[in-house]
């Protein structure tokens, strides 16, 4: 069973940076496009950052571009989200999510695998 575990999330000042990372197991890692999705209470799932398989082409929702950062290392099946100039509104559980051969990067039903979610609070 593929296994996706997030981990970096935390309490920060608005202006501030994370990183968070998502480590992957028991999927051929290089195949898989890998997204990150982040969902508020009371609000839908939103994409925040996608890096496709293959030649790892990034893509980013409206909301985060030119703040946030994501990157993949398919040696060591992690994919990384770094988040700068954080904001109260960027405040969510964030998902990692992974899909083989994945094209519809936006769209959180392509997806086959998640994780559990890790929390992100930016206070003002």
């Known amino acids: 069973q593929v296994q996706l575990v997030e981990s970096g999330g935390g309490s920060v000042q608005a202006g501030s940076s994370l990183r968070l990372s998502c480590a992957a197991s028991?999927?051929?890692?290089?195949?898989?496009?890998m997204a990150w999705f982040r969902q508020a209470p009371g609000l839908d799932r939103e994409f925040v950052a996608a890096t496709r398989y293959g030649a790892g082409a990034t893509y980013y929702g409206e909301s985060v571009k030119g703040r946030f950062t994501t990157s993949r290392d398919d040696a060591k099946k992690t994919v990384y989200l770094q988040m700068n100039s954080l904001k109260p509104e960027d405040t969510a559980v964030y998902y990692c999510?992974?899909?083989?051969?994945?094209?519809?990067?936006?769209?959180?039903?392509?997806?086959?695998?998640w994780g559990q979610g890790t929390q992100v609070t930016v206070s003002s």
């Open positions: 028991r999927l051929t890692f290089s195949i898989y496009t």
């Open positions: 999510a992974a899909t083989p051969y994945g094209t519809n990067w936006p769209s959180a039903a392509s997806y086959s695998y």
